[in-house]
């Protein structure tokens, strides 16, 4: 066998091992597959990951859209994946972009709003998972 063969069969060797752990290993979500959960937001809000110890939750703001300040009872960050929304926590609110992590404790007063004109998306992430609703103020 020439060595061109040989080397072909381990490279489709090793990609059939590599797509069988990711399959049977790995979960992959994929925002779009993911359905809107009903909120008192009514903003497109997509949970992605639900466990005890933690829950992420994709938020999509439309331009002119927000959400409703809230209070939850657990910590809470935001990570900003894409636009520039304007994000309160306690009586501050700050223009924020992307790639910009932001803090949230548990039991203090945020929101989020879109007062651009382009689409904003944000990753938030609770921990652990809340076992109670968040307080919409």
Not at 24 to 31: A, L, N, Q, R, S
Not at 47 to 74: C, F, M, N, R
Not at 76 to 105: C, H, N
Not at 114 to 135: D, G, M, Q
């Amino acid at each position: 066998m020439k060595p061109t063969t040989i080397l072909l069969i381990i490279l489709l060797g090793l990609n059939a091992i590599s797509q069988t752990n990711t399959e049977t290993k790995m979960k992959i979500i994929e925002v779009k597959d993911v359905e809107t959960k009903q909120t008192p937001h009514n903003v497109d809000v997509r949970v992605l990951y639900d466990k005890e110890s933690a829950q992420a939750v994709h938020i999509e703001l439309k331009p002119g859209e927000s959400l409703k300040p809230h209070i939850t009872p657990v910590d809470v960050f935001f990570y900003v994946l894409e636009g520039t929304p304007s994000i309160m926590v306690g009586e501050e609110t700050i223009e924020v972009k992307k790639d910009q992590l932001i803090e949230s404790p548990k039991d203090i007063k945020h929101c989020i709003y879109n007062y651009s004109k382009e689409t904003a998306r944000i990753l938030v992430i609770k921990a652990p998972k809340p076992t109670s609703s968040a307080r919409i103020l």
